[in-house]
């Protein structure tokens, strides 16, 4: 069983950056697939980016790129999302997410463990 915990949420203005924390359980991020999702009210769950921690790849979800940018530092268990030039499109409750065995994936239903999320507002 793994838990995740988000941090790092909040209101912001457009154009302005947030970090996003991800604290993983004990023995977590090893050969592990963490991610980072973003669900907006009305809309659908959407990927924003995802790390394989076994060779440090990752992949983005197409609105993100170029401004986002996921790491993580396995001596914390911790998987970061750092945002810049956010825009209020980007509002959303962000979760974070990991599988249990498998390689690098956007694909929500691969992923067997997920966090209780933080929000991020932002605002033009």
């Known amino acids: 069983q793994m838990h995740l915990a988000e941090s790092g949420g909040g209101s912001v203005q457009a154009g302005e950056s947030l970090r996003l924390s991800c604290v993983t359980s004990?023995?977590?991020?090893?050969?592990?697939?963490v991610a980072w999702f973003r669900q907006a009210p009305g809309r659908q769950r959407e990927a924003v980016a995802a790390?394989?921690?076994?060779?440090?790849?990752?992949a983005y979800g197409d609105s993100v790129k170029g401004r986002f940018s996921i790491s993580h530092d396995t001596a914390r268990n911790t998987v970061y999302l750092e945002m810049n030039d956010l825009k209020p499109e980007d509002s959303a409750m962000y979760y974070c997410?990991?599988?249990?065995?498998?390689?690098?994936?956007?694909?929500?239903?691969?992923?067997?463990?997920w966090g209780q999320g933080t929000q991020v507002t932002v605002s033009s």
């Open positions: 997410a990991a599988r249990a065995k498998g390689g690098l994936s956007l694909d929500p239903v691969l992923f067997r463990y």
């Open positions: 004990a023995n977590t991020l090893r050969n592990n697939c």
């Open positions: 790390t394989y921690i076994g060779d440090g790849s990752t």
